[in-house]
C-alpha cells in the first residue's frame, strides 16, 4: 500500500488536477481514502481482478466519502460506489451483478 500513497503524494507534489493509475490493488486502506479525501483534485483509476472479475474504476477524490467503521475498502465496495466514473464498466457491472446481486441487497 506504500506504493498507492507514494503515486498519490507524488500526484499532489506536481499541483493541481492528477490522475494516478494503480494496478493490482482490489483493496484501498483507510488512509489512502483519507488522502483522496483530503487532496479531492486527484483521481485513482484502479485496475485489478478479484473472484474471477477484472476491474477498471476511477477513483475522484472528490466522491469518496470516509467510514470511520471500514479500515480497509474492499472490491465488493469500490465498484459499486465509483463504477459510474470509470470507462468500460457496462460488462463489469453486468458480470458484477450476477455474481453478488444476493449480497449487495
Same mark, same amino acid.
Given at each position: 500500500m506504500q506504493e498507492v500513497r507514494d503515486a498519490i503524494n507524488?500526484?499532489?507534489?506536481l499541483g493541481g488536477p492528477?490522475?494516478?493509475t494503480i494496478k493490482g490493488y482490489s483493496a484501498l486502506s483507510s488512509d489512502v481514502m483519507e488522502l483522496l479525501v483530503k487532496n479531492p483534485q486527484i483521481t485513482v483509476?484502479?485496475?485489478? /481482478?478479484?473472484?474471477? =472479475?477484472?476491474?477498471?474504476?476511477?477513483?475522484?477524490? /472528490?466522491?469518496?466519502? =470516509?467510514n470511520p467503521a471500514i479500515e480497509w475498502y474492499g472490491p465488493k465496495y469500490l465498484f459499486p460506489m465509483f463504477c459510474m466514473y470509470g470507462t468500460d464498466t457496462a460488462p463489469a457491472m453486468q458480470a458484477f451483478l450476477e455474481k453478488y446481486a444476493e449480497e449487495i441487497r
Open positions: 507524488a500526484a499532489i507534489a492528477q490522475t494516478v483509476v484502479s485496475e485489478f /481482478s478479484f473472484d474471477g =472479475l477484472d476491474y477498471k474504476i476511477t477513483i475522484p477524490g /472528490s466522491a469518496v466519502k =470516509l
